[in-house]
């Protein structure tokens, strides 16, 4: 079955720098890749997300990349604000699968003011 | 748009007891849900996927007999944790989606604690 990994599993930046977090994933056959924010307590939010048809997308200061070759994308999020703090979570879908997601084990992000 | 409201935010109930918990899609119809287990610190653990109208599909060790899910209307689905014991205990989340290639858009979590 599908298996997503998620690096780095915590990441700090200074306020203003960018943060990249990293996914690969294992079935080929993958091909919807969505990012979620969680914050503390609260529901994971969907922020972005890309299509395997596309290599990138970018909304404002948030991106995410696609290597279909490689099997992994990326999410890219520059000049970081402290409300960017949160667990963020990559997970990957493939046709056929009822849209069900295999998640990551998620990445820890804190913006320091 | 895209909202789902889960129910209730919070439980705190004696072993034993059976624990009932709704999802709902408030602004479109969830031809999809989807629930989930997260344990503090962890990532999301897909336990089931429900279409509206037919039996739920299970992801492997999930027991089916102790996580009941009805999948009534395109806008309802319930989990039920039947007969809890403290190792149920857990955040509890549920997804819905319009739609195998549309987004996932989660509700809010029950936080389920048995004593």
């Known amino acids: 079955g599908e298996n997503v990994e998620q690096h780095p599993s915590t990441l700090s930046v200074q306020e203003g720098d960018s943060a990249v977090i990293k996914c690969t994933y294992s079935d080929s056959a993958s091909n919807y890749f969505p990012w979620y924010k969680q914050e503390l307590g609260k529901r994971p939010q969907l922020i972005i997300d890309?299509?395997?048809?596309?290599g990138e997308k970018k909304d404002q200061r948030i991106a995410v990349t696609l290597n279909k070759t490689a099997k992994h994308f990326s999410l890219h999020i520059t000049e970081t604000q402290p409300e960017d703090s949160a667990v963020y979570f990559c997970?990957?879908?493939?046709?056929?699968?009822?849209?069900?997601?295999?998640f990551g084990q998620g990445t820890t992000l804190q913006v320091k003011p | 748009g895209a909202v789902v409201s889960q129910h209730p935010s919070r439980v705190i109930c004696k072993s034993g007891t059976s624990v009932k918990i709704e999802c709902r899609s408030l602004?479109?119809?969830?031809?999809?849900m989807f629930w989930y287990r997260q344990f503090p610190k962890q990532s999301l653990m897909l336990m089931a996927t429900s279409n509206e109208g037919s039996k739920a599909t299970y992801e492997q060790g999930v027991e089916k007999d102790k996580f009941l899910i009805n999948h009534a209307s395109l806008t309802l689905s319930t989990l039920t944790v039947t007969s809890a014991h403290p190792e149920d205990s857990s955040f509890y989340i549920c997804?819905?989606?319009?739609?195998?290639?549309?987004?996932?858009?989660f509700g809010d979590g029950t936080r389920l604690s048995i004593l």
């Open positions: 890309i299509r395997s048809n596309v």
């Open positions: 602004d479109f119809q969830a031809t999809t």
């Open positions: 997970a990957a879908s493939w046709k056929g699968n009822t849209g069900k997601l295999i």
């Open positions: 997804s819905a989606s319009a739609g195998i290639s549309q987004p996932q858009h």
